[in-house]
Structure formats: C-alpha cells, structure tokens
C-alpha cells in the first residue's frame, strides 16, 4: 500500500520536479477527443508529415534546385527524405492526359478519340488565383534570338498572343509550330514556347530524319503531334504538367516519303520498333523528361518530350 502511495506521489512529484529549465522537453498536447483511448500525448501522423515536407522542400531550395512548377510536393513523405525529384516522375506524370485541355490551347482534333478534352479544366478554379503578370511590351532578347534560331532551322511557325490562367499556366512568348523543317510538317499545328520548338527541330533534324531514312528506308516528312500547350494539372497533384508551360511535346507517329506512317505503341514490324527505341533512347539528354509506352498507361500511344528544368545534365527518362 505505501509502495503504491509513493509511486503515485512520485508520478505527481517527478514532472514538476524537472522544473522550468528544462525548456527542450516538448510540451504534450492534451489528449484529443479523437484520439484512442490511453494514447500519448504526441504529434500527430499528419503534424509529422507536415513538417518533414517543409523540411524538404528547405533542402531543395537549399540545393538551387530550379523549379520549373513542380514544388511544392503535395504529399508529405516522411519516410523518403532522400528521395530524387526524378523518381517522383512516372506517377506524377502519369495522369498528364486525363485532364482536359482548354478548347482555346488546343482545338479536338477528329480522331483524337480519348475523351479527355471533354470536360472543362477546373481542377484549380476554387485555389487563389495564379494569373501570370501580363508579358512585357518588347519581345526579351532570349525569345528573339530563339526566333531566329528558328528560321535557320526551317522551322514554320507563327506568333501566338500571351497565354495565362489563374491556375498558373503560362507562356508568355508561344509559337504556333507548322514545321520543324523545310522537309518535316508538325501536324496538327502546335503551341508551345520557342525553346521546345528549337529544341524539337534540332531533335528532328539530327536524329529523328537521319534514324527514320537509316532505319525505315524512307524520308522523314511529317510528325503527329498529340499535345503540346495544354492547362492542366498533373494527375492526382496540384502541380501543373510542363504542357502547362508550353515546354513538352507529345509525338504519336512519324509518317514517311513512302506514304508508310509509323505510330507509337502500335509497332509490328521489328524495324519500327527499332526505330522507335533509336528515337526514345536519343530524345535523352536533349529532352529532360522522356516518357513513352510502358512508363505507364497514358504514354501508351505517344513519347512524352519535356524541358522541365532540372540540375544541370540529369534527365528523367523511362
Ligand atoms: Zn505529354
């Protein structure tokens, strides 16, 4: 019975006993309505989760990392602190496609047949809006000297006026791509921004003509385009897709002099489907995100070609 007393008196004692100086002994939270009976008093999961992702999302910038959109990370991941940013790709891209694009970024197309540009893209109509500052009255340098990289490429392409939303998606300076070369049509017609444009006619022009005529035996003259400019969001995530930016281009088929049009994810031939690896395994380096059938569902029938911005030389491609 005393030994009982004591520890009790002890229980009570102890606590008060450390005294105010002890000031890094985290406070306990009173035990919550919510909580099981006899749980301790302590941080929740979600309170846990919070703070480690803020923690990351320090380190990153931290590091420089450059953003291209794709911080904050919405989903706390206490457990992976040493993740890379590139192993985040496949399944926050994965949903790219299933968002629709606005009807003015990119007309339906017959045949499009997916079903994805039908319903409005709303996703980030209720957050505070994110509308881009209206673009400055001359055109900055870089854009202009893209420009003329672009006519010595050959490149077909026309000036589109600013595009911004609320959600956050922007180009200030888009194109509307015809070509990519005197030879090479992009059909249908594509918006993005002129460092995609440079980038995907120097891709055409040095591997894409010189890989189809090697390996398929006939002169490159058209790519199908399945997207480029589009606002939307990742899938499952409030980050906005690199097509928000103007800064990736989805490539569904290839058609040649012969009349012969090779489509991605539809290969039957074994010459095809070296021609198609010969491409992907190119697109790496040049693009920083290079996805296609097998990274997972939606890039089934198309390469996914990006420019988000990543530490200098790294490449997600898969
Ligand atoms: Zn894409």
Known sequence: MWAVLFALAMAVVAPAARGADDVPTPQ?????SGDPPGATPRESEAEKGSKSAEGEKG????AGLPDAGEVPRPEPRPDQPGETKAEDEPPADAGKEEPSPKPEARPDRPGDGEGKDESPAD?????????????PAEMPAEETACRARLKELGVAFEERPQLADAAGCSVPWPIAVSAL??????APEAVMNCATAQRAAEFSRDHIVPKA??????????????????????HGSAKLSEHAFGNALD?????????RTVEVGKVSKR????????IRLAACGPFTTVLGP??????ASHFHFDLAARRKGSAFCQ
């Open 28 to 32: 306990p939270r009173p035990v919550r």
């Open 59 to 62: 380190a990153k910038d931290e």
């Open 123 to 135: 996703a980030g109509k209720a957050e505070p809006s994110l509308m881009p500052p209206p673009r």
């Open 181 to 186: 070369s005197k030879d090479v049509a992009l």
């Open 213 to 234: 005529s090697a390996i398929l035996g006939s002169a490159l003259t058209s790519i199908r385009q399945d997207s480029a400019y589009v606002c939307r969001p990742r």
């Open 251 to 259: 490539i569904g088929a290839f058609t040649l002099k012969d009349g």
């Open 271 to 278: 010459q095809e489907g070296e021609f198609m690896l010969a």
């Open 294 to 299: 097998g990274s997972d569902a939606d890039h």
